[in-house]
């Protein structure tokens, strides 16, 4: 369970978790670091998520979350690791983020997006130094 008001990191990944986004996640001020990629979440991606403004690092890839990234997320200070891929029920219009600043994660793909993908889309394309896709749109 997800408890600490002031937590820096929290990793949940594969843990086997099911259900709605956890929405107190929201209560976590100094939260830089939050992984729950690979679990069954659902829901959408609550707006809220931006006012974590310590946020460095957030993995929420292989989910089954829907609706669209909150646009606000482009705004995150902080925000220079992001893996949202593999939710094919996300979609939307992908957020104009600051792409170059994504230093070890940039994962947006197997989601389908809208055209036109935002200008620098195509260097969100690494993951742990590793290449993957680039997002596309539909």
Not at 45 to 57: S, V
Not at 80 to 102: E, K, M, Q, R, V
Request: with cysteine; hydrophobic share 40%; aromatic share 8%.
């Amino acid at each position: 369970t997800l408890s600490s008001s002031s937590a820096a990191s929290d990793v949940y990944k594969r843990q086997g978790l099911e259900g709605p986004f956890p929405e107190m996640l929201i209560n976590l001020t100094g939260l830089v670091w939050f992984d729950m990629a690979a679990n069954n979440i659902t829901g959408t991606i609550p707006e809220a998520i931006t006012q974590l403004t310590d946020l460095g690092f957030l993995a929420l890839g292989t989910n089954k979350l829907t609706g669209t990234i909150p646009a606000a997320m482009a705004n995150m200070p902080l925000l220079h690791d992001l893996g949202i891929d593999t939710n094919p029920l996300l979609g939307g219009h992908l957020p104009p983020f600051n792409f170059s600043a994504f230093t070890s994660c940039c994962a947006l793909y197997n989601v389908p997006f809208e055209c036109p993908l935002p200008s620098g889309a195509d260097k969100c394309n690494h993951c742990n130094y590793h290449p993957v896709d680039a997002p596309s749109c539909n």
